[in-house]
């Protein structure tokens, strides 16, 4: 068998000759300009600092029935439904697509003081658009976190090790106490977002089976989460608003169910209306 030499390797086409010293150029030209634009919004901001947290709301607000920002949010959005709907000539219509452009560019200037935007290629790695040594899935957040040396999260993506995925203590207890066909039910339909068929086909078992083993570990989780949360803002301590509105929505359900009290998800579309035949 010939082998070739270095200096054929080098002229081989589609080889290494695939990176030129244009490209190499082309990308340090890109990263010079990014670099330059990240510098002149960050003297924009020093110069002509935005708060934008007064658009947000605080707790108090967002606790509240009825909040000035909510209202001034509402008030916008329905405005731009009424210019919608009165739209009749072309004039019309470029008013309301200049409101939404209008939108557009206030939401790109808000990233635009946070993030420096970019294309695919990660101009700072000097990566080809179109590479032939080094494939684009090696790219990826899982694959870069796991030559980083970050594999924790690798090691506990499975049933009985994925407790430790989360940093709350009690979460963590709760579902490492569960069984483990309940750990196996909870992690395909929870992490791995299995579909109850395709869960059923894998173990062998009914789709019924597999929604009612659903409904009874979903029912013990939210019981425990719901005493945990009732103790916790008994002892004065602060919740978080989607914890006070698990607690409210459960505390509705479980007035009119009692103990089998569970708030449901899988039904996120509207039943069709049956259509009355002739």
């Not at 082998?3 to 010079?32: C, I, K, P, R, V």
């Not at 509240?64 to 009424?82: C, G, N, Q, Y």
């Not at 684009?136 to 090790?161: H, K, V």
């Not at 008994?234 to 708030?263: M, N, P, W």
Request: hydrophobic share 30%; net charge negative; aromatic share 6%.
């Amino acid at each position: 068998m010939a082998y070739l030499s270095d200096d054929e390797l080098l002229d081989t086409e589609g080889g290494f000759t695939g990176w030129d010293a244009g490209a190499e150029e082309t990308l340090e030209q890109a990263l010079a300009e990014e670099r330059l634009a990240e510098l002149e919004s960050e003297l924009e901001q020093d110069e002509h600092p935005i708060d934008y947290e007064a658009e947000l709301e605080d707790e108090e607000e967002e606790a509240a029935p009825v909040s000035d920002k909510r209202l001034k949010r509402e008030m916008r959005a329905e405005a731009i439904r009424r210019l919608e709907e009165a739209a009749r000539t072309e004039k019309d219509f470029r008013a309301v697509v200049e409101e939404w452009n209008k939108l557009d560019r206030n939401r790109e200037r808000r990233e635009r003081d946070h993030e420096n935007l970019r294309g695919d290629v990660p101009l700072e790695y000097q990566a080809v658009p179109e590479p032939k040594l080094i494939p684009r899935w090696m790219n990826n957040p899982t694959y870069r976190q796991l030559m980083a040396g970050n594999f924790l999260d690798i090691l506990f993506d499975c049933p009985y090790e994925m407790h430790n995925l989360t940093a709350d203590a009690f979460v963590s207890r709760m579902v490492e106490e569960l069984s483990e066909e309940h750990k196996e039910v909870l992690y395909f339909l929870s992490l791995r977002l299995y579909s109850t068929t395709r869960l059923a086909a894998v173990r062998g078992q009914s789709d019924r089976n597999i929604r009612k083993l659903r409904k009874t570990i979903h029912k013990k989780l939210q019981r425990q989460m719901y005493d945990h949360l009732c103790g916790k803002q008994e002892h004065g301590s602060s919740l978080t608003l989607r914890e006070r509105q698990f607690l409210e929505e459960y505390s509705k359900i479980a007035r009119k169910q009692g103990k089998d009290a569970v708030i449901r998800r899988e039904n996120k579309t509207k039943r069709r209306k049956k259509k009355n035949r002739p």
